[in-house]
């Protein structure tokens, strides 16, 4: 079993940036997928990025592709989002995820969940 603490979340003006980390406990940390998704008032929670566990081959929902960056760092246990030229829509609780198999774009295909961490873009 492997526990996740997200973090890293904060109020930025929109066009800024911030890096979102997951850091994990537990056992064998590059064996899992890890997700990032996230949530916002009053919507249901949405896929936002993965990247698989070998070869860090990486999946982004269109509406952050070319803003957000998925990474991990195995020997730190560690998985990243940078995200930049952020908007208000952007605007979510973040939450990381783990699985043992594959990646996927589904929330309910993970097991594992961090607490999340509060993303504001003011306009």
């Known amino acids: 079993q492997v526990q996740l603490v997200d973090s890293g979340g904060g109020l930025v003006q929109a066009g800024g940036s911030l890096r979102l980390s997951c850091a994990t406990s537990g056992r064998s940390f590059s064996s899992y997928a890890m997700g990032w998704f996230r949530q916002a008032p009053g919507k249901e929670r949405e896929f936002v990025a993965a990247?698989?566990?070998?070869?860090?081959?990486?999946h982004y929902a269109d509406s952050v592709k070319g803003r957000f960056t998925i990474s991990r760092d195995n020997a730190k246990s560690t998985a990243f989002l940078q995200m930049n030229s952020l908007k208000p829509e952007d605007t979510a609780v973040y939450y990381c995820?783990?699985?043992?198999?594959?990646?996927?774009?589904?929330?309910?295909?993970?097991?594992?969940w961090g607490q999340g961490t509060q993303v504001t873009v003011s306009s």
């Open positions: 995820a783990a699985r043992t198999a594959a990646t996927s774009r589904r929330d309910n295909e993970y097991p594992y």
């Open positions: 990247i698989s566990q070998v070869i860090g081959a990486t």
